[in-house]
């Protein structure tokens, strides 16, 4: 694994930020933007590895959100990367089931019995409306995606102590069905029965995502020293993110230009 340099943690977070600033309105994610310096909490930057430079990425969480990112390069099976993934999270740290814990760690099986037993307000028609909705949000061209990767409602039956009832957890996708799954290269999504709020969302590269944070050049960007990148003004850090991120701050509202993110502020050891 390379360095992780000052110069690359600001660009990657950068990058990371102004996907969240420009998508989280368009998927109705209780998230205020722009995204402030305090408000990045588990920042983490992974640099790139190997002499090829083929895996690099990193996350971070804003509010009950968790952000991941990850690129791939020369991956051995193929197409699959980059990808994006997003998480709800409970105020234990793990991921949301949509419904409140009743103590911290509450168990899955517990939170699963007490959601199937809550009114639902999310059926099959909705679900498949909100999929149109994170499509249109995320800027895909659903016709060209749904060519090779057709729509699929997965399962919405759940064991409950009382027999087979209807889901608390509704979930659908576009190629593979498995979550936090990078190879499947696709779109697989999961909400609340009970909420109707996303819980989980995994989009890989072919979606054609345009906001994906994608770094390029990453050779000469780890070349800048971090004692260099300590001594660049407000102007320099943005030209950063133009020639190393395709970033236009004007117009994606990234924090960090106007009052740059401290390169070290909050973040987590690769």
Not at 1 to 12: F, R
Not at 18 to 32: E, M
Not at 177 to 192: E, Q
Request: proline content about 7%; aromatic content about 10%.
């Amino acid at each position: 694994m390379l360095k992780t340099t000052l110069a690359y943690k600001y660009v990657m977070t950068m990058a990371m930020v102004a996907f969240v600033n420009h998508y989280a309105p368009r998927l109705n994610l209780p998230i205020d933007v722009p995204i402030k310096d305090q408000d990045i909490h588990k920042l983490s930057c992974v640099p790139p590895q190997g002499t090829n430079m083929t895996f690099f990425g990193g996350g971070f969480q804003i509010g009950k959100y968790s952000f991941g990112f990850q690129d791939v390069m020369n991956a051995p099976y193929g197409e699959c990367a980059p990808y994006f993934v997003i998480v709800e999270l409970e105020d234990d740290g793990l991921a949301s089931f949509g419904v409140p814990l009743l103590y911290p760690r509450e168990s899955s099986v517990s939170v699963m019995k007490r959601a199937s037993l809550m009114k639902y307000t999310v059926d099959t028609n909705d679900l498949c409306r909100i999929a149109t909705n994170y499509i249109v949000a995320l800027e895909i061209d659903q016709k060209t995606f749904e060519q090779t990767r057709p729509f699929t409602v997965l399962p919405n039956i759940y064991h409950s102590p009382r027999g087979l009832v209807p889901s608390p957890i509704m979930a659908a996708c576009w190629g593979k069905s498995a979550l936090r799954d990078p190879g499947s290269n696709g779109f697989a999504f999961s909400i609340s029965s009970v909420t109707g709020e996303l819980l989980e969302m995994n989009v890989g590269y072919a979606s054609t995502c345009k906001g994906l944070p994608l770094l390029k050049d990453l050779g000469r960007l780890l070349a800048i020293s971090d004692d260099e990148f300590l001594k660049y003004s407000t102007l320099e850090r943005s030209n950063l993110l133009v020639c190393f991120a395709g970033l236009h701050c004007s117009n994606m509202h990234c924090p960090g230009v106007d009052e740059p993110l401290h390169p070290q502020t909050k973040t987590a050891s690769p």
